[in-house]
Nanobody, 118 residues
Framework: QVQLVEFGGGLVQAGGSLRLSCAASGRIFSIYRTGWFRQAPGKEREFVGALIWSGGSTYYGASVKGRFTISGDNAKNTVYLQMNSLKPEDTGVYYC???????????WGQGTQVTVSS
């Protein structure tokens, strides 16, 4: 089992920045990659980006590429999502999730709300 807790959501004006954190506990040695997803009201869940722990590579969804950055801290078992140049359409509940290599993203956090005002 892996437990995930997200921190850092809130209200920000358009053009501003926020940093989300995702802290993992439990069988963290089994984590292959950590991803961030978001879901706006009435919309499907959207992939934001992910970090592959072995090698540290990252990749992003098209709507956030160039504005968002994912990084990881092994010592703290934490992944960060730095969000810059925020837009109202970035509003939603942000979730982190981990893939332990068995069947895609199989553990999810509770989510944190991000609201970007225009």
């Amino acid at each position: 089992q892996v437990q995930l807790v997200e921190f850092g959501g809130g209200l920000v004006q358009a053009g501003g920045s926020l940093r989300l954190s995702c802290a993992a506990s439990g069988r963290i040695f089994s984590i292959y990659r950590t991803g961030w997803f978001r879901q706006a009201p009435g919309k499907e869940r959207e992939f934001v980006g992910a970090l592959i722990w072995s090698g540290g590579s990252t990749y992003y969804g098209a709507s956030v590429k160039g504005r968002f950055t994912i990084s990881g801290d092994n010592a703290k078992n934490t992944v960060y999502l730095q969000m810059n140049s925020l837009k109202p359409e970035d509003t939603g509940v942000y979730y982190c999730a981990v893939d332990t290599g068995l069947n895609g993203y199989n553990y999810w956090g509770q989510g944190t709300q991000v609201t970007v005002s225009s």
